[in-house]
């Protein structure tokens, strides 16, 4: 599991998009997800993900949020990823 996020926002603004981008990866939802790095990962979201309080290394809080994404090609394997790494959310159908 992903510990320490490498972006923390307080902004009310993008806790909103985080929040909308939550609502749309429900529990057992097939994604395309198209990530800020211009890769994609296609899978099945294991349980919907929540916009959570970190701490960064200096201690500093603000919110961010982990999806847990199994893989389509190899289901065992696990994806954890920081919300604000993923760019375009495409919903194919549900497990």
């Known amino acids: 599991m992903i510990e320490v996020p490498q972006t923390l926002y307080t902004r009310q603004a993008d806790i909103d998009r985080l929040e909308t981008m939550v609502r749309a990866l429900p529990d057992e939802a097939v994604v395309r997800l198209r990530l800020v790095d ?31 994404l199994d893989d389509q090609r190899d289901p065992a ?7 604000d790494r993923i760019r375009e959310i495409v919903r194919i159908g549900s497990a």
């Open 38 to 68: 211009g890769g994609t990962l296609t899978g099945t979201v294991s349980t919907r993900p929540s916009v959570q309080v970190f701490r960064d290394a200096d201690g500093v809080e603000g919110f961010n949020a982990v999806v847990r």
């Open 77 to 83: 394997h696990a994806h954890y990823l920081w919300m």
